[in-house]
């Protein structure tokens, strides 16, 4: 892929129209930038997507940027990932500037509210089907740990609501064991001999 200022131009692109064209946050934004930069453009796989969610999910910061900066480093660079900062940061400064300046009419108008519940139902929509989506590739994997880890987590913080940093901590330590185990070690180096 040839990294001059048409693919910079065209990163800033597509990160601004994500940012500017969604609502509703990282769980919005993130399962779009994998439909564009992997489903449609093909420029990253999508195993590498899965693990820059999974990193920006457990990273300080908003999710979305989070996952720009990853995407922008991983397609070119320092460059790339100031480009994807600055397409994805831009549409919600200019929006909530533009907004500032008519907030008392925005927050007494009967039409902007509703217009705002609506579109609550919406992001609703595109949270269960990243839900579906990732669910469903752990299932396919056919791994225990990993199903039995994502049915723990799902209970650890909807019914017992334990904070959701413990959960973390405790999937990177079942993460830990299952690497570090031995009969793992041994059937990835069987896979590795054969291919």
Known sequence: MKKD???????????????????????VI???????????LGWIDEKEMLDYIA??????????????????????????AFVTIL??????????TAISFFYT??????????VLRGMQAGVCAVIMDVVYDMGSKIVKQKS???IFDMLFAFFAVFVLNI???????????????SIINPKRQKEDKEKNDIS
């Not at 920006?56 to 989070?66: D, F, K, L």
């Not at 904070?163 to 064991?177: E, S």
Request: proline share 4%.
């Open 5 to 27: 200022i048409t693919f910079y131009l065209k990163l800033f692109y597509y990160t601004f129209k994500l940012s500017a064209f969604t609502f509703g946050g990282g769980y």
């Open 30 to 40: 993130v399962p779009l930038m994998k439909k564009q930069f992997v489903d449609k």
């Open 55 to 80: 990193i920006a999910q457990s990273s300080p910061g908003a999710m979305a940027v989070n996952v720009s900066v990853l995407v922008g480093y991983r397609l070119a660079g320092l460059g790339g």
């Open 87 to 96: 397409g994805t940061v831009m549409p919600p400064l200019i929006i909530l």
């Open 105 to 114: 009419a925005f927050t007494s108008n009967v039409i902007v509210a509703n």
């Open 144 to 146: 225990v740990l990993l």
């Open 163 to 177: 904070n959701v940093i413990y959960v973390i901590l405790a999937a990177a330590a079942l993460g830990l064991v």
